[in-house]
């Protein structure tokens, strides 16, 4: 079971009634002292990502926007005036701390769309292991309320989907998950530990309204978040150091995911997505995939179907028999182009090169 403590990626949502204040202004002190708490994740080796509520609240502010109801246009004029501002907090933040930021803006066609997803994932990964912390928030500059996540729960449990994060940690305005509403029934229970969400466990959450989404958004989002293997610890945000109190005890609900996000992921790509395609090797590269090596072009001897880059295909050997299934980094056209190449020919046969045909890490095995 991932805990705070053994985690090796985090993702932390962190609302808007936390980056501001009641004035609509940058919450800094708090926001320092959050950054103290993901400053003391990285040490220890851990890599913190961050998505962020804020921007439409710093700017209705910014552009004396008093209503509180406001107009799509208003909403998304606010976003564009209050991002810049956001970033620009948490810069101050962080970098006192030693970590670098950078600004991711998402819409879901970047966690729906294939294509798409595969290219912010790459993104996103590669942050991650240039050691920079991702800000992640809704593109709500151009997202309209048909085309929008909605809350930045079910945003944050797609990105640690993404990512592949072991632990996905929802600051909120309670400590976790009750029985009933903590609020409206004094006898109610704080569960510390979900095993498995199960209906009943959801239905505890179904009457809370808690921030925007509420508790039953915050449960959709860990259903998200389970089933990529990652576990789901909600908290109160607001505290001085959030993440290390909810360490060394201060309540707090751990949702505990069955597999872990390899294993998930990979469960993924074996049963649920349809092939479009196959790629056939030769015996030397079906021996090294079941050694759990990456598939190159220069053990592919045969392409079948059309597909597109990041679709599934089936591997298979010479003898017609399933070695894995695996996402493709090219399309069908360029994986002709390629068959056989060693990979350092890759990149003067395409103009680009994407690595090898299949990652190892993007391979199902056969069993």
């Known amino acids: 079971m991932t805990t705070l403590a053994s985690a090796r990626l985090v993702v932390v949502k962190v609302g808007s009634s936390l980056v501001a204040d009641g004035a609509g202004a940058v919450d800094a002190a708090w926001l320092g002292a959050l950054a103290a708490d993901l400053g003391r994740l990285r040490q220890r080796g851990q890599q913190p990502l961050i998505v962020s509520s804020g921007a439409v609240a710093l700017g209705r502010r910014a552009l004396g926007l008093k209503r509180r109801s406001l107009t799509l246009p208003e909403k998304q004029a606010a976003a564009a005036a209050g991002q810049p501002l956001l970033m620009r907090a948490w810069q101050a933040a962080l970098s006192p701390v030693g970590l670098t930021v950078a600004q991711v803006l998402m819409t879901p066609d970047d966690t729906e769309v ?60 309670v400590d976790g998950l009750y029985t009933t509403d903590p609020r409206r029934d004094p006898a109610a229970r704080h569960i510390p530990l979900v095993a498995a969400l199960t209906p009943e466990i959801e239905a505890m959450g179904g009457g809370a309204h808690v921030g925007s989404g509420g508790m039953a958004t915050k449960l959709a989002a860990v259903r998200i978040a389970a089933a990529a293997g990652c576990s789901t610890l909600i908290t109160l945000g607001r505290r001085a150091a959030p ?55 220069a053990g592919v001897t045969a392409v079948e179907g059309v597909f597109d880059k990041g679709d599934a295909v089936i591997v298979r050997d010479g003898a017609g028999r399933e070695v894995g299934r695996g996402l493709s980094r090219y399309d069908a056209a360029d994986a002709l182009r390629i068959l056989g190449l060693k990979s350092a020919a890759i990149e003067a046969a395409l103009g680009y090169s994407a690595g090898p045909l299949i990652h190892a890490d993007d391979l199902a095995l056969a069993g």
């Not at 309209?144 to 994060?165: F, P, S």
């Not at 992921?265 to 090596?293: C, F, H, M, N």
Request: net charge negative.
């Open 114 to 173: 294939r294509r798409r997803y595969l290219n912010a994932r790459a993104t996103l990964e590669t942050l991650l292991e240039l050691g920079v912390t991702p800000v992640v928030n809704e593109n709500d500059t151009v997202a309209t309320e048909e085309i929008r996540y909605g809350d930045n729960d079910r945003l944050a449990a797609r990105v640690a989907q993404m990512v592949g994060a072991d632990l996905l940690v929802l600051l909120s305005d």
């Open 243 to 297: 993440l290390l109190e909810a360490e060394t005890g201060a309540r707090a609900t751990l949702f505990a995911a069955a597999a872990t996000p390899a294993a998930a992921y990979k469960a993924w790509i074996a049963g649920s997505l349809a092939p479009q395609g196959a790629l056939v090797v030769d015996e030397g590269a079906a021996r090294a995939l079941r050694a759990g090596k990456s598939l190159l072009c």
